[in-house]
């Protein structure tokens, strides 16, 4: 055998090259990988997202009723309580998105609750209840929490809207994202109402030569799909028929010459995501990238060889909810995506009734059993409703498990999402797919993930509480103003007293604190220094809206009799228990003023009554020096034992300061009923003041005194007070045999429920004068985010 030393070291050297090139690949496509994912890591962390549910007592109401709310908001990532915002916007909106109703609510660690009183001005309709933080105003209004409510009003006569004919929403969407000729892709369909509503149809496919291509049908909820491969230079458009209208045409959307497509085949343990790709394409890299609600669970590269590349992945290692399967090309441009259901595990929380059965007036003990014991870091937050179902109030179906985990990670309306939760088998499985099909959407813009945007973000968290946002400007001018120093009171015997310096933009921030139970507030600047200035208050509420339209209210004739029963009931009510169901508690147990302790309190009955401020302050306030300069008064307080501050305190009454010293001193002293004196130098933000006087009077109203020329009074609702949940008990045989009616159709109500530790808890409650059936919904959510959604049913009977 002959050797040839040249040739074989040449063979070697060749070898040597392509096993680098191989590694070098490898070794590049593992890096974009890693920045894929790292990428998309750091947008998810530096862009942090809430999801806001709304737990309500029930949907249908007439004036006079109570809309409870209980609010929970969690991380968009884990379904955990989330204490990033403190406020909660609660809102509910009539067919013209103008607002019947608001109310700001309390947020303490990711839950609050709150109610609203139905007007009896309201017009009869379909109403949208929505939620939002102002955090969440910064993404789009699609993340805002939206429930349908009905209102009817027995006291007006009520008319019926036109009935508006079927505008039929016919969409198609190829999977992955495109359709490319030659390249075989399944297209799902979704044929709806312009409410949204599924309406189930049939259609036929034609090409440009109205050759039928093929026939397809909806398969739940007016969705379904079906397959095929488009040729080029050919067009398509689906003949759609439905049990009203026939022959809706639709063109479908057209396919590129080159392309990738993307294919999901759920093979029971795994999942196969096939990727084709046209020729041109054939021997290049591509990436995917699969995350549940932006936590990445698998990034990979493949070759394409042949114009296919096949990814394995083990269904075992997708978090429960919505996967977003993401496929970049060699360039890290995305080219397809796909969504993929996983069912959540079951609750843990189970509820049941020591009864099925109840007589009118008796006491019903409802059990909440955790089947896995708690733990200290997993205290469920949870709330509870109990209401009577019939032909106007129907069963809820509204859950927050069907919220989190489906509609709020989807656009659009979906219906009957419990659907999906619920229901196992093939035919769900099936749905859930279609639905994933025709529902593709995420929370982000990759260009923004792969170009390292930097956040910017024009509404702040209310980390502390609930922020007033003001806006200065130039009375000349009418241009903003920068570095001005503005003044917001709140005057009562608890009030606020804020400052805020205006930025570049002319904005105020004002920081409240435990801001509750005013509806008046009173701002501007320094009337001394800043006269060329005019403060606006900027509405609170997102100005954004739905362009969905609601349905038009239609009432069926049968249930009149049901409607003013309804009415008489709920007229009872609140002749009898009306006081009952108007008690309301502050929510805060800080009642302090925002000074803290002063270092001096006078109280003026204590004390010989003068006629004059300058003989109260010369006689009992020594730490307190009234002293005239050019003919005005100035107030200086003691800073130490022996010398004043040689500037003006900070003067208040009720709250609201006051910069001209001679007003002061002409305030009749027998409206006041407390001096406070904080005697050292005072900071509150950019404002710092030698000191503090503040007076209060009887009923911390002003009581007359006269404001500055410059302030302005606006009226401004704070956050909510806590209203008291009424129910009668009847324990005893006189209590049971009272004579007064009990037409309460809402047996309970508790937004405030809690299992810790001990895994078991019970709840009681007692029945009213109507008998019927009942229904219990308890929904919650855990400290490490599992999702709680129960309900049961009894019966009430004579």
Not at 60 to 67: A, K, Q
Not at 232 to 258: F, H, Q, R
Not at 470 to 484: D, I, Q
């Amino acid at each position: 055998m002959i050797y040839y030393p040249a040739l074989l070291n040449r063979k070697c050297l060749l070898l040597g090259i392509s096993f680098c090139f191989v590694l070098s690949c490898s070794l590049y496509a593992q890096s974009v990988t890693e920045s894929l994912e790292k990428q998309l890591s750091d947008y998810s962390t530096n862009n942090p997202k809430e999801k806001l549910f709304v737990h309500t007592d029930k949907s249908f109401y007439i004036p006079g009723e109570i809309i409870w709310f209980k609010v929970y908001v969690v991380d968009s990532r884990f379904h955990t309580p989330i204490d990033l915002s403190k406020v909660a916007y609660v809102e509910i909106l009539d067919k013209n998105n103008l607002p019947v109703l608001q109310a700001k609510t309390a947020l303490k660690k990711g839950s609050g609750s709150g109610s609203f009183l139905v007007p009896v001005s309201v017009t009869s309709g379909n109403f949208r209840l929505r939620a939002y933080t102002k955090w969440m105003r910064n993404f789009d209004p699609s993340f805002y929490f939206e429930k349908p409510l009905t209102i009817i009003n027995t006291l007006k006569t009520f008319t019926a809207g036109a009935v508006e004919k079927t505008k039929y929403d016919i969409q198609f969407f190829p999977e992955g994202g495109n359709l490319v000729n030659t390249l075989e892709s399944k297209v799902g369909f979704k044929i709806a109402d312009q409410y949204g509503k599924g309406i189930d149809g049939s259609g036929i496919l034609v090409n440009q030569k109205n050759d039928t291509v093929l026939k397809f049908n909806s398969f739940h909820a007016g969705i379904g799909h079906f397959s095929f491969t488009p040729k080029s230079g050919e067009t398509y458009k689906a003949i759609v028929n439905t049990a009203k209208d026939s022959s809706i045409i639709v063109s479908l959307p057209l396919a590129y010459e080159a392309g990738y497509t993307l294919t999901l085949d759920d093979t029971g343990a795994q999942l196969k995501l096939i990727v084709n790709a046209s020729a041109q394409f054939t021997n290049e890299t591509i990436y995917l990238l699969s995350h549940t609600r932006e936590k990445v669970n698998l990034a990979e590269a493949k070759q394409i060889k042949t114009g296919t590349a096949v990814f394995l992945l083990d269904k075992t290692a997708l978090s429960p909810g919505i996967t977003t399967f993401t496929i970049f090309n060699q360039a890290k441009q995305p080219v397809c995506e796909r969504l993929y259901f996983k069912r959540p595990g079951v609750n843990d929380i189970k509820i049941n009734t020591d009864n099925t059965l109840y007589p009118i007036r008796s006491k019903v003990t409802l059990s909440i059993n955790a089947d896995t014991p708690a733990k200290q870091d997993n205290i469920a937050d949870m709330s509870v409703s109990v209401y009577r179902i019939d032909s106007l109030q129907a069963q809820d179906n509204m859950d927050i498990a069907a919220y989190l985990w489906l509609t709020s990670d989807l656009p659009g309306n979906v219906e009957s999402p419990e659907y999906y939760l619920a229901n196992t088998g093939d035919e769900a499985a099936k749905a859930a797919d279609n639905l994933m099909l025709t529902h593709g959407w995420r929370r982000f813009k990759w260009e923004d993930v792969l170009n390292n945007k930097k956040p910017s973000f024009q509404f702040i968290p209310e980390y502390e509480g609930h922020i007033i946002t003001g806006k200065v400007t130039s009375k000349k001018t009418g241009l903003p103003a920068e570095g001005v120093l503005g003044y917001l009171s709140s005057p009562s015997k608890k009030f606020q007293f804020n400052t805020a310096l205006s930025n570049a933009e002319g904005t105020l921030y004002f920081n409240t604190r435990d801001f509750t139970g005013s509806d008046q507030i009173i701002v501007q600047t320094n009337n001394k220094q800043d006269q060329d200035y005019r403060i606006e208050i900027l509405n609170p509420f997102s100005e954004s809206y739905p362009s969905r339209p609601l349905p038009v209210l239609s009432l069926q004739a049968n249930i009149q009799n049901q409607l003013l029963q309804h009415s008489i009931n709920s007229q009872v009510q609140m002749t009898y228990s009306l006081d009952s169901m108007n008690q309301f508690y502050y929510p805060f147990s800080d009642t302090s003023h925002f000074f803290g302790l002063p270092d001096k309190s006078y109280y003026l009955d204590d004390y010989t009554r003068f006629t004059t401020m300058e003989e109260v302050l010369r006689e009992y306030v020594m730490e307190v020096a009234p002293r005239k300069q050019s003919r005005k008064f100035h107030l200086y307080v003691l800073k130490n034992a022996h010398e004043f501050f040689e500037s003006d305190a900070l003067v208040l009454v009720d709250g609201v300061p006051f910069f001209d010293m001679d007003s002061v001193m002409a305030i009749d002293p027998l409206k006041i009923r407390k001096i406070e004196v904080v005697a050292k130098e005072y900071m509150l933000g950019s404002f710092t003041s030698d000191g503090i006087i503040s007076y209060s009077t009887y009923k911390g109203d002003l009581d007359g005194v006269r404001l500055d020329p410059g302030a302005v009074v606006i009226e401004y609702e704070s956050l909510q007070m806590q209203r008291e949940f009424y129910a009668p008990r009847y324990e005893t045989a006189t209590q049971k045999n009272n004579r007064k009616p009990d037409f309460r159709n809402l047996l309970f109500w508790s937004p405030d429920v809690k299992i810790d530790g001990s895994q078991k808890k019970e709840l009681s409650f007692y029945t009213s004068d109507l008998d019927g059936k009942y229904f219990i919904l308890l929904q919650g959510v855990s400290g490490k985010g599992n999702i709680i959604s129960c309900s049961s049913s009894f019966e009430v009977k004579r």
